[in-house]
């Protein structure tokens, strides 16, 4: 067995998401939410305020494929806008405020978030067998509480999500904290996502080969990328990974 660790990106591949962040109801919501902490923003404006820091944000991070953090986001509003009110808020209710905006946010544009047919079953018999990982574009502040969620969470260690870092995939140095993380080396691991430029081209820039789960999501096609075996249904990955662990 050559094989000893398997690398998965989440949404898309584990799990079946669905997200609107341009919802009404959503900027609704949190200017609403921002009012009862003293902060008056209307919908619109608090829309426009958040891209225009999250494009800020990105651009100040010089990165080929920046990456940005919703809470941290989040305390650039609040720092800019928070009035007495705001700061006579309890110590502990400021802290944890960055936190549940972001949270409140992700909870209020999320419309679909389900395991893939057959996806519990199959990690549960490779995890028997393999140390498995993530390696995920997005916000650790919503990965993790959604890998709990979907009960898949306890199976993967360690979960490296690129807002921690400030750049995403196909950004190797992502690959490289999660080898690092699982003491392999490339050769060592398969990496299962559904994107053909982010996770299959990412991955086998690093020299590891890749199985392309080709789910309703993810770009399909990426120039000159060909995954080293694709599956239609998850469970199939049982196969795929039998087949390149020789």
Known sequence: M????????????LTDIN???GNKDLWRTLSNLLKYQGISLEADELKALYFGIMRQKREAEGERHPEFDAVVIFQEIIYQHSTAFTQRLPAEKQRQLPLFLAETFRAASLFRLKRYRGVRDTIKQLHQQYRLAIVSDG????AVPE???VGLLEYFSP???SGD???RKP???????????????PEEVLFIGNDMYRD??????FGIKTIFFKSNQGQQEYAGTEPNYIIYNFPELLNAVQFLDK
Do not use: P, S, W
């Open 171 to 185: 950004d190797r140095r992502l690959f490289e904290k999660a080898l690092a993380a699982l003491e392999m080396k």
């Open 147 to 149: 890998l709990n969620a």
């Open 200 to 205: 299959v081209f990412g991955a086998q820039q």
């Open 139 to 142: 916000q650790a502040a919503y």
């Open 19 to 21: 997200t609107d962040e």
């Open 2 to 13: 050559l094989i000893k660790g398997l690398i998965f990106d989440i949404n898309g591949t």
């Open 165 to 167: 870092l400030g750049y």
């Open 159 to 161: 979960v490296i999500v």
